[in-house]
């Protein structure tokens, strides 16, 4: 790895979330509520394959960040999704006076917004991840923008989304550089990742000064049901 986004999820891991990894071996993941990702360092050995396995269960679908899609024998690419990481190195953010902090009280309804509106994985601790914004009207969480990853000297912005009934107000935008001003507070760059196929995304993000810093895919895989095939050969 030659930099921090090369391989974010494990950077994050090894770096400002260290204190989050769960550890097998040369694999790291994050508690299975916080986020499912799992992450190497380079390409997976055979033990890390096992370890992997062991960490996620039979049957059990895996993220594994930063790893060629080059599984062992019984295991099932399950989705392949091209994605682009953008960089906001020229992104100075804005302060959002109607954006308020949430926290682990507000999980219920970030949960219920995300089930909604789909940004991407969010589970019952994600919010422990960062710090988490949202807007509210008439009482009602309706949009929300967060962080994610945490590799040195950046952030990711995530789960950016809004309600159906409240868009085109430009929450997201708003959302989206008060995240990052809290970011450049702290000294940091922030940046994010999107489906290659949500344009509409990508230009918003384009506008807000975003640019491309490589293209990258977002990989599901599932290990075997009955029983784990170990990447050396045994049967564990």
Do not use: K
């Amino acid at each position: 790895m030659t930099h921090p986004l090369d391989n974010p999820a494990w950077a994050s891991l090894t770096g400002p979330h260290a204190h989050l990894a769960e550890v097998r071996g040369a694999v790291r993941r994050y508690p299975a509520d916080v986020s499912p990702f799992l992450a190497v360092g380079s390409e997976p050995s055979a033990a890390d394959w096992d370890d992997i396995a062991a960490f996620a269960g039979p049957g059990s679908i895996v993220s594994v960040a930063g790893a060629t899609i080059s599984p062992p024998p019984g295991w099932e690419v399950v989705r392949v999704v091209p994605g682009v990481q953008m960089s906001g190195a020229g992104v100075s953010g804005a302060p959002d006076e109607e954006a308020v902090r949430l926290t682990a009280a507000d999980a219920p309804e970030m949960l219920d917004l995300a089930e909604r509106t789909q940004p991407g994985p969010f589970l019952p601790r994600t919010v422990e991840l960062g710090t988490y914004l949202g807007i509210r009207r008439g009482g009602a969480l309706v949009a929300m923008a967060g962080e994610r990853l945490h590799p040195p000297g950046w952030t990711e912005i995530s789960a950016v989304c809004t309600e159906a009934a409240f868009r085109g107000q430009g929450l997201a935008t708003r959302l989206v550089l008060a995240v990052a001003a809290g970011i450049r507070a702290r000294g940091e760059i922030p940046f994010l990742h999107a489906a290659a196929s949500n344009t509409n995304a990508i230009r918003l993000y384009e506008s807000l000064g975003f640019s491309l810093r490589r293209m990258t895919s977002f990989n599901a895989l599932r290990v075997p049901e009955d029983e784990v095939i170990s990447a050396s050969g045994t049967r564990a």
